[in-house]
């Protein structure tokens, strides 16, 4: 038996008194409201514990594998460990190396399934039994949505992994909740100027979305976006979650007069839905004497993958790309390669850059209370962390930062070097007014400590 | 006692007893030994057990009894939680109102699926019930997201109106709660290198289960259990002597979805979320794997399946590498690189294979389920009851 | 017109995928008396055949190449496959692009292996067992499948491309008499549904006109008395599995340019292919291809903008929907026998 096992410290210090006090036993009582002098989970002991909850199982793995191996390595980076990655480039100079505020820091792994309702009993499981002060993770907005949720009634920080929708930082926002990733509206505002270089501003575009909340709100983007630069939105049709054979879907377009195809898909649906467009000759047509263009807003390296040679000139929007040359992104993609063997997705970014950021608002705070967490977030600028000079605004959680702009790569040189940098579109141009009526409804409400 | 039988009510009293102290069995280890990570008695998974435990039993009155196999029982349950979830957004934070309309819609909604689909039997009836409730699923997840939220989840907001409650107590959703007593309240009683939690959630759930499952007893040993048990042996036979058998799978049906009503009204009592996913096939199937690994047919089987998918999925999947090497710490470093590598495929992101392959040995060793194993387990013990006729746990459900 | 032709096109090509799995699944319930949850694991494993044997072609050497540098600066290393430094670029390029179709000969072996350990192995312990104990150790086993696939190829979609000459579309409008340029189709899809012809009616043939055929057919309706004729219809039936093995896992390799194989797509279609099978009639083998082939054209019919815009949400439920019809109006679906699976 080791007492270096786990880092529940306000279990710990509970038990070391308990054990302490008597012999055997002299039972302790406790309620929450009675330990309420500081706030939830509050570290007492030597460690700190943080909750990875990524996706393990289900069509979203190799995705949630990659925010782990991200984790891994910021928890590495945050005790000493390593070679300090993007610390050394981080604006913030409050992290020292030594865990957070001098605690060691621990990390407990659970998997969310893609499904809300395995999520938050994972992360509740983090929180109640493993004692977790934060929670991060996820590849999807429906379970970030939920986890965050969850997060603000339990009392303790969510910092959101991959989630795109508006929604998140949106009507569902959270006073507890952050998010480092890019929005949907941003996909749209930092697309439709390049895709109106590259096409012209007379288009007819045709949508295929999928039938859930975060196609909504991509749709609705890039539709407002590109029509507001003189596109035609010719027909928007919905796809079922579970389609896999988009043949269907596809063959109206043919017969429609659209020149562009838009696929507000992603994950398996996009692999599909572009796998299939591609074969029924999309990208061969010429329609009103222009080429037919494909495009699909949100782009993710992995998937990308399994779209194979058909991604080949196809525009996207992402969050990072590890091809970027600033001096944050290079120590990252160097630490992360040299550790695993390839270079990280836009996912483990995102991952990797909210454990830092937490932990540093942790330090400039002084504390691991989550209202003292979410004023030191609140309206933090900072630099060096792979998207340039970053905003965490205050009026919804929300990073403000610059966008890239991807098409996919001709002669890829390997398995990874899949995507080209258009377009670094600045940040000013993706800034939206908080009560922007694609994020309308919602309100953050006020930090919640669990106590 | 309280009309129940001495073997019946011994069982009672024996379920009570467990769950009165789950929080203490459900936590043998204490906290800061390695072993501490198969603690299950943290308030999150005990109610869980509780809840599909309870959805299990309902399940059972169905399948154990009539020998219908429903594989759409995820729907009510999924039913339940959107109008609990409503009741909460707009009556009250009190779970009362919202577990009581939970079994309502789902009674309602089990009511018009069950009239349409027991008018065929056998695999036609279980197809019939899985088509509504991918139906359901599919436009709760997509059309239907203005009542359901879709894919995030149906929650609660600030802004909800709550016409008896409060809309926000210090610009938070206040807390769900039966008569002011917080549903996520706990007690923590720490004795020596052990830590036991007592949460009011739970407490709440041990009474709803109790409660369900002395119905279930009572039900079972009714007449018209007896005549449900004679749908599944010979129901043209039932027929042929003139009783229309059809109101009494009818009712049973209705039950069973009432139940699942009633644990999906609990699940937002605890955690005030409807997620479309309940409603999937996976998850119908979830409650006929739990059922049927248990021991279909038997009383207790059911809670005992649903407990062991429900232990496998939140204490496996949270065991990764790490752990695995602190476990081994002890061991030569080669030795222990060794064994993470062996079992490494099995935890963490492996589980479901692990819940696989658990499956295929319980099913192909223990055709009765785990109520089987434990009344071998029981004959081993006690030589003199070698002698009766072994009587098979679980009567072969028909198909 | 143009347009309901082409969801005509679309609908035999999705039919085409399940009356091959739901053509299976009949073969092992008809003859064995199983309902095999697996089923939809095998035609998965079909799939990934063909990624196995595309990985095998693939199989690489490494060079360094010390002109170019990887991401991290350091000396590019070069994968060339074996094949195309023994065969030339040319032909060894030429042989990994038709992995696909060359994976069809690969997999009869690999998969007639797993039906035969399967059915062997397991499977015939549960025979005399309840249906709900089939289903329950048969879904064991596609989720221990599905696994083991996860563990050596990930969760990612693994793209899987027709080889070139048959990668593009033409114009099938015009080839029947329809202005160019409207009704367009992909020739890997024409090609997939010609194949899945060829192998139902060569399923029909072999048990048609043969005398192994014609054993099986008399003991899918009477077992009993095949037996006390002194027929070994055990090995016979043996034998139906691994063919119902073979013919989910062509219809898996086949499909795998259309989808990209991922190893939840057995699931996926698992209950797609039950309803289907419950459609035609429990044991009837014209009713599953019937009931594919249908289930295919009017599911693409749903997706139509137009209908979905009359009937928001049809395309979701539609299968579902018209199961539901089918059974209320005719209580065995389309083709089913009296008795069998009712009670």
Redesign the interface.
């Known amino acids: ?6 880092p ?1 410290s306000r ?2 210090v ?2 070391a ?3 302490g006090g008597a012999l ?2 002299t ?7 009675a ?1 309420a002098q500081g706030y939830l989970n509050e570290p007492t002991g030597s460690t700190v514990t943080l909750g990875f909850n990524v996706p ?7 995705e ?2 990659d925010e782990l191996r991200a984790y891994e390595l910021a928890v590495e980076h945050l005790n000493g460990e390593g070679d300090g990655g993007m610390l050394g480039t981080f604006s913030s100079k409050a992290l020292k190396g030594n865990g957070i505020l001098g605690k060691k820091v621990e ?5 969310t399934q893609t ?4 999520a ?3 992360a ?3 929180i ?2 493993d004692g977790a002060i934060m929670i991060t993770g996820g590849s ?3 379970v970030a ?2 986890v965050q ?2 997060c ?3 009392g303790v920080i969510f910092m959101a992994g991959l989630t795109h ?1 508006n ?1 998140t930082t949106g009507k ?1 926002k959270r ?1 507890n909740g952050f998010r480092h990733f890019f929005n949907s509206y941003m996909s749209g505002a930092a697309l439709a100027p390049v895709l109106k270089n590259a096409y012209g501003a007379d288009r007819k575009a045709y949508h295929l979305t999928a ?4 196609g ?1 709100t991509t749709e609705q983007a890039v539709r407002e976006s590109t029509e507001a630069l003189g596109w035609d939105t010719v ?1 928007t ?6 389609a ?2 988009f ?3 596809i ?2 377009v ?2 429609s007069d659209a020149d562009v195809l838009v696929l507000n898909h992603y994950g ?1 649906n996009m ?2 839905s572009l ?2 467009a591609v ?3 999309l990208r ?2 010429v329609v009103n004497g222009k080429n037919f263009e494909i495009i699909v807003p949100l782009y993710s390296r ?2 990308a ?6 991604v080949k000139g196809i525009f996207g929007s992402t969050n990072w790309h ?2 970027l040359q600033d001096e944050g992104s290079k120590a990252f ?2 630490s992360f ?2 550790k695993y063997g390839f ?1 990280p997705s836009q996912a483990a970014h995102t991952c990797y850059v909210q454990a830092l950021l937490y932990a540093d608002a942790c330090e400039r705070a002084g504390t691991f209370n989550p209202c003292g967490v979410v004023e030191a977030l609140e309206g933090f600028e900072f630099d060096g962390l792979g998207n340039g000079p970053t905003l965490y605004r205050a009026e919804d959680h929300q990073c403000f930062k610059d966008v890239l702009v991807v098409k996919g790569k001709e002669n890829p ?2 398995e ?2 899949l995507l080209e940098i258009v377009e670094v579109t600045p940040v000013e141009q993706v800034t939206y007014a908080p009560d922007h009526p694609q994020f309308a409804g ?2 953050l ?2 930090c ?1 400590s669990g106590a | 006692m309280f009309g129940l039988d001495k073997k019946d009510t011994s069982l009672f009293f024996l379920v009570v007893v467990l769950v009165a102290l789950a929080p203490f069995l459900l936590n043998p280890f204490p906290e800061n030994s390695e072993l501490a990570q198969f603690n299950a008695g943290y308030p999150d998974l005990m109610q869980r057990f509780l809840i599909f435990g309870i959805f299990a039993i309902g399940f059972n009155i169905l399948f154990g009894l009539t020998g219908y196999l429903s594989f759409g029982h995820a729907a009510f349950l999924g039913v339940g939680s959107y109008a609990g979830v409503w009741m909460m957004k707009l009556l009250t934070m009190n779970v009362i109102p919202a577990i009581f309309m939970s079994v309502v819609f789902a009674g309602l909604f089990s009511l018009l699926v069950g009239y349409i689909s027991l008018r065929r039997s056998g695999i036609y009836f279980s197809i019939l019930t899985l088509a509504f409730a991918q139906m359901s699923f599919s436009l709760a997840y997509s059309v239907l997201t203005p009542i359901t939220a879709g894919e995030t989840g149906l929650q609660l907001a600030l802004d909800d109106p709550r016409i008896i409650g409060v809309s926000a107590v210090d610009g938070s959703i206040p807390a769900a709660n039966l008569f002011g007593l917080p549903m996520r309240e706990s007690f923590e009683l720490a004795m020596g290198g052990w830590l036991f939690t007592f949460n009011a959630g739970y407490y709440l759930c041990a009474v709803v289960m109790l409660a369900a499952f002395y119905v279930a007893i009572r039900i079972f040993r009714s007449p018209f259990g007896m005549m449900l048990r004679a749908v599944k042996s010979n129901q043209q036979r039932m027929n042929f002597t003139g009783v229309n058998s059809k109101p009494y799978t009818l009712a049973a049906f209705v039950i069973s979805g009432m139940y699942a009503g009633l644990a999906g009204g609990l699940m937002v009592a605890m955690d005030p979320l409807a997620g479309a996913e309940r409603m999937q096939w996976t998850a119908s199937g979830e409650v006929v794997l739990m059922t049927i690994l248990g021991g279909a047919g038997t009383l207790i089987g059911p809670v005992l399946g649903a407990g062991f998918i429900k232990y496998f999925e939140n204490i496996f999947s949270k065991i990764n590498d790490n752990v695995l090497y602190e476990w081994f710490s002890a061991l030569p470093d080669g030795l222990a690189d060794v064994l993470v590598f062996v079992i490494h495929p099995f935890i963490g992101k492996g589980w479901h294979l692990t819940l696989g392959i658990m499956f295929m040995l319980i099913v192909i060793f223990l055709p009765g389920g785990i109520m089987e194993g434990i009344e071998r387990l029981g004959r081993l013990f006690s030589r003199k009851k070698k002698s009766e006729t072994p009587s098979r746990a679980a009567p072969a459900p028909a198909e | 017109m143009d347009a309901i032709l082409l969801q005509i096109l679309n609908g035999l090509d999705k039919g085409s995928a399940y009356a091959l799995i739901a053509l299976g699944l009949t073969l092992i319930f008809g003859t064995l008396g199983v309902v095999n949850f697996a089923h939809g694991a095998l035609f998965m494993i079909g799939a990934f055949c063909a990624v196995t044997l595309s990985r095998i072609l693939t199989l690489s050497f490494t060079t360094i190449d010390p002109e170019r540098t990887d991401f991290l600066g350091n000396p590019l290393k070069v994968e060339t496959p074996y094949v195309e430094s023994w065969f030339g670029p040319e032909i060894g390029t030429a042989i990994i692009d038709w992995s696909v179709p060359l994976a069809i000969l690969f997999s009869i072996p690999i998969m007639a292996m797993v039906g035969l350990v399967m059915e062997r192995g397991l499977i015939k312990y549960f025979y005399k067992r309840p249906h709900a104990d089939q289903i329950l150790v048969t879904f064991g086993l596609a989720i221990v499948l599905q696994e083991i696939i996860k563990y050596f190829f990930g969760a990612n979609p693994i793209p899987t491309p027709a080889p070139p000459a048959f990668s593009g579309s033409f114009d099938f409008g015009a080839l029947i008499g329809f202005d160019p340029n409207l009704i367009i189709y992909p020739y890997w899809r024409i090609v997939y549904f010609l194949f899945a012809g060829v192998i139902i009616g060569a399923v029909f043939a072999f048990l048609q006109f043969t005398t192994f055929g014609m054993v099986v057919r008399a003991g899918m309706a009477d077992r009993q008395t095949v037996g006390l004729l002194g027929i070994d219809i055990d090995k016979r039936f043996t034998v139906m599995f691994a063919i119902a093995a073979i013919v989910a896992g062509l219809a898996g390799v086949m499909y795998a340019p259309i989808n990209s194989p991922n190893y939840h797509m057995g699931m996926d279609f698992l209950v797609l292919s039950f309803v289907v099978v419950v459609v035609g009639g429990m044991g009837s083998l014209p009713g599953a291809v019937l009931a594919g082939f249908l289930l295919g054209i009017l599911e693409s019919f749903a997706s139509m903008a137009q209908v979905v815009a009359l009937l928001p949400g049809i395309n979701q439920i539609i299968i579902y929907l018209v199961a539901i019809i089918i059974l209320l109006t005719r209580p065995r679906g389309l083709m089913g026998r009296k008795g069998v699976m009712e009670n």
Not at chain 1, 107 to 111: H, I, P
Not at chain 1, 237 to 242: E, F, N
Not at chain 1, 305 to 310: E, F
């Open positions: 038996m080791t007492l270096i096992r786990k529940l279990r710990s509970l038990r008194g308990a054990a055997l036993a039972p302790t009582l406790l309620t929450s409201r330990w393990q199982t289900g069509p979203y793995a190799d949630g594998a990390y407990v792994t659970g998997d499904k809300s309702d395995a938050r009993a994972s509740k499981s983090m109640e039994k999807s907005s429906g949505v939920a949720a969850l603000q009634e339990a929708s929604d569902d006073a039938d859930y909340n975060w909504y027909e049709v919905k796809t079922p979650l579970a896999t054979d043949s269907a879907y063959t109206p043919l017969q398996g692999v599909n796998t299939n074969q029924f000759g061969d047509k992995l998937m993958k399994g779209a194979g040679a058909n590890w091809s993609v160097r390669g040299q270079p040189s390997s990874f070097d919602g309100a409400g006020s919640n």
